[in-house]
């Protein structure tokens, strides 16, 4: 309901009708600018999109323009003035439930896609982020305002490497990189989740257990959902199927997509397990409910002589032969042992205990 709850805002609007569709903010929009070639580097943070210089697009620099926040209607309208981009792919970028696609248009890339994060609480946050590659330039936005690209801009600050060198489609390669590295940080706590779980399924299951394997295996679910249209995207990428990218990049994109095939893999192992664990506690809860059942069965097998024993003697009869025997208390007592003593040796003769 909540999918169909966001989406049907678009319901009765012509395309290429901006509107946000995802969760309401308020938050000022952070927009960040960085020029750079091999020599220089100018970064900074704008207000608006009119501060952009006119020259923008000029050959002898590289522009990353990286805007954080989707929801300012007027903001991403002037984006797509500046940079001539189509309504369809603003639109798609202000929907943040749009499924991981790439789409070329005439003169740049737009890549839409999800990015996953570990939050300080141990919970995975998801979020839409998308890229434009332009010739010489690449426009990255994202929902949120975080700090998960720093290391980027870290690197273009230092001109450690190849990225102040490689132009704008290295650029776009490294966004990408950064996203599905991200990627083996949320695997890498899911499988401290599913080792706990199985340890808890095998050890002390309990209606928590199975709650928990549900939850985990939907959460799988829904990353391998989200992550596996990436793969066909860094696929058309890394064949040269797509413009604005060069051969010398195709090596490195080459490489992202192997690590995406080994989350993919990974992730599909993962839900392999979780379904393991279910059909797991199942198997524990039936083995311990069978075992309670066994003491309880024997409980009841010994008590059934005995209570026939308990049930004769304890009949209003005036003439039985031991009512009157000094004898007799004791030995109905030692015959209501021997009987328990005989069951138990038979049974544990069986194997039944």
Same mark, same amino acid.
Do not use: C
């Given at each position: ?13 012509? !395309? ?33 999109? =009119?501060?952009?210089? !006119?020259? %923008? ?11 954080? @926040? ?9 984006? @797509? ?5 189509? $309504? ?45 590659? @332009? ?47 991200? +990627? ?44 596996? $249209? %990436?793969?066909?995207? %860094? ?7 797509? $413009? ?31 379904? #393991? ?5 199942? =198997? ?20 059934? !002589? %005995?209570?026939?024993?308990? #049930? ?8 039985? !032969? ?23 040796? +038979? ?7």
């Amino acid at each position: 309901m909540r999918f169909i709850s966001r989406t049907s805002k678009k319901a009765g609007i012509s !395309p290429g009708t901006l509107v946000h569709i995802g969760e309401k903010r308020t938050d000022e929009v952070r927009i960040t600018l960085i020029e750079y070639n091999q020599v220089d580097l100018s970064e900074k943070t704008i207000k608006d999109v =009119s501060e952009l210089s !006119p020259d %923008l697009k000029n050959d002898q620099t590289v522009t990353w323009l990286n805007i954080d @926040g989707l929801h300012d209607v007027s903001l991403m309208e002037a984006v @797509g003035r500046t940079f001539g981009i189509h $309504p369809l792919v603003l639109e798609d970028i202000m929907n943040t439930s749009q499924r991981p696609k790439v789409d070329d248009f005439e003169g740049y890339v737009f890549i839409t896609l999800k990015m996953f994060y570990l939050n300080e609480d141990n919970t995975v946050e998801t979020e839409q982020a998308s890229i434009i590659l @332009g010739r010489n330039y690449v426009l990255s936005f994202s929902e949120n305002i975080r700090d998960s690209l720093t290391i980027i801009k870290e690197r273009l600050r230092s001109g450690k490497g190849k990225i102040r060198s490689g132009g704008a489609d290295y650029l776009a390669y490294a966004l990408l990189d950064t996203i599905v590295d991200h +990627y083996f940080i949320v695997l890498d706590y899911y499988n401290e989740t599913i080792e706990s779980l199985e340890e808890e399924t095998i050890e002390r299951p309990r209606p928590d257990t199975l709650q928990a394997i549900h939850t985990a295996k939907r959460e799988m679910i829904f990353f391998h959902r989200h992550i596996w $249209p %990436l793969r066909e995207i %860094l696929g058309q990428m890394k064949r040269g199927d797509l $413009p604005n990218i060069q051969s010398a990049t195709q090596i490195y994109l080459a490489d992202v997509y192997d690590h995406l095939t080994q989350v993919i893999e990974t992730t599909e192992a993962f839900r392999d397990i979780l379904s #393991g664990l279910q059909e797991l506690y199942l =198997s524990a809860i039936s083995h311990k409910m069978n075992e309670i059942m066994k003491v309880l069965t024997i409980i009841a097998t010994i008590f059934i !002589p %005995l209570t026939f024993i308990a #049930g004769v003697y304890g009949m209003n009869f005036d003439y039985m !032969p031991e009512l009157r025997w000094r004898w007799g208390y004791a030995a109905v007592w030692g015959i209501m042992i021997t009987v328990a003593g005989g069951l138990l040796i +038979y049974f544990k003769r069986k194997r039944w205990m």
